[in-house]
């Protein structure tokens, strides 16, 4: 699997949009980037995840670059409950269904100020 | 439609003893994983398992760790003869059966916290 960098930490205000970046310039062209998110002594919780293109639920935006070589979560408008350590995780799919375990790296620990 | 579930959410043992963590996919997902997590560090995935089925186990330690999932019941990470070193968070998380599409996503449960005196 392809590595990934994030910064260690990062700040945002409440209400306001959470950008947090994730570059992965080694990425396969048949490997996915994941997110999911830890808050603090919980278990980890998928956010999104895609190929190539922008993707968007009811949680986050996900915006991949053309490249693929660097992306970015989007939190439109963070509370302080999105406290929590951010992991970006680059995965290959297998085509049998379900796949080998998640390497989770240091993650980024976004902190949302009141 | 009921989460991944994990019990006993707290376990302590004595060094020697044995620990038994149990996991509950969601319904319908016939994928489960388990991970570690060790005190003020990151998750380490453990082993992958489907029904009746060990995938991957590059991540267990080659001694005292044992997991199944059976066909019918959770799925068990057994850990005998308990350390101090085996204090940490234990997570599970399942997903769903093949998908036609590429992609897919774990849904970790809440974790069982051992702690070995």
């Known amino acids: 699997d392809a590595k990934t960098t994030q910064p260690t930490s990062m700040d945002c205000a409440e209400g306001r949009a959470a950008n947090l970046p994730c570059n992965h310039s080694?990425?396969?062209?048949?490997?996915?980037v994941y997110w999911y998110r830890q808050i603090h002594s919980q278990g980890p919780q998928y956010i999104i995840h895609?190929?190539?293109n922008n993707e968007t639920n009811e949680m986050a935006s996900l915006i991949i670059t053309e490249d693929r070589k660097s992306s970015t979560l989007i939190l439109p408008h963070a509370t302080l409950r999105d406290t929590a350590v951010y992991y970006c995780?680059?995965?290959?799919?297998?085509?049998?269904?379900?796949?080998?375990?998640?390497?989770f790296g240091k993650g980024t620990h976004l902190i949302i100020q009141p | 439609n009921a989460g991944v579930m994990q019990n006993p959410r707290h376990l302590v043992r004595r060094r020697g003893q044995e620990a038994r963590l149990r996991c509950s996919p969601m319904?319908?997902?016939?994928?489960v994983y388990w991970y570690r997590q060790l005190p003020e560090e990151g998750l380490k995935f453990m082993v992958y398992?489907?029904?009746?089925?060990?995938?991957?186990e590059s991540g267990m330690p080659k001694e005292r760790f044992s997991a199944e999932f059976p066909k019918e019941g959770p799925s068990i990470l057994r850990i005998q003869q308990v350390v101090r070193g085996d204090s940490a968070a234990y997570f599970c998380?399942?997903?769903?059966?093949?998908?036609?599409?590429?992609?897919?996503?774990?849904?970790f449960g809440p974790g069982t916290r051992l702690t070995v005196t």
């Open positions: 995780i680059v995965r290959a799919a297998h085509s049998g269904g379900g796949a080998d375990g998640l390497t």
């Open positions: 080694t990425i396969s062209g048949n490997e996915y």
């Open positions: 895609g190929l190539k």
């Open positions: 998380a399942s997903s769903p059966p093949n998908k036609r599409e590429m992609g897919y996503e774990q849904y």
């Open positions: 319904k319908g997902h016939s994928h």
């Open positions: 398992l489907q029904k009746e089925n060990i995938i991957d």
